[in-house]
């Protein structure tokens, strides 16, 4: 097995993935501390670090996320200007379909497919 093979199988591993859970879910605290110790907007970056670990390994995470942002307008427009999105002409159906990939991805190591609704 060469390197690469290897930390192919490491990073896809089930207790890596608890553990970047895990770190992720830390990263939320500490980047409340930093922001309010740390003139800069370092706690920002933290924290975007912490949502993209989570978000990355647990898809309970994703669709809670998902979810509140479907049903909340004032989140979703949050959301949208924060990640620059557009809320242009067709811009709603590309975002949908988005958004419903995340969720439907058959190559998805971090948990087992869900049933349709």
Known sequence: MNRFGFLDLLVRSEPFRVFQIVL????LP???IVGVIS???IG??????GVALVFRNSRWARRRYLFYTRH???VRRAVDFGL???????????AA????SLTKRKSDPTSPTMPQV
């Not at 992720?24 to 990263?27: A, K, M, V």
């Not at 379909?97 to 419903?100: E, N, S, T």
């Open 44 to 49: 920002i970056v933290i924290f975007g670090f």
């Open 84 to 94: 620059r999105r557009g809320r242009g002409r067709g811009q709603g159906r590309k």
């Open 72 to 74: 909340s307008p004032r």
């Open 30 to 32: 500490v980047a409340g």
């Open 97 to 100: 379909a988005a958004a419903a």
């Open 24 to 27: 992720g879910c830390l990263l």
């Open 39 to 41: 003139p800069a907007p």
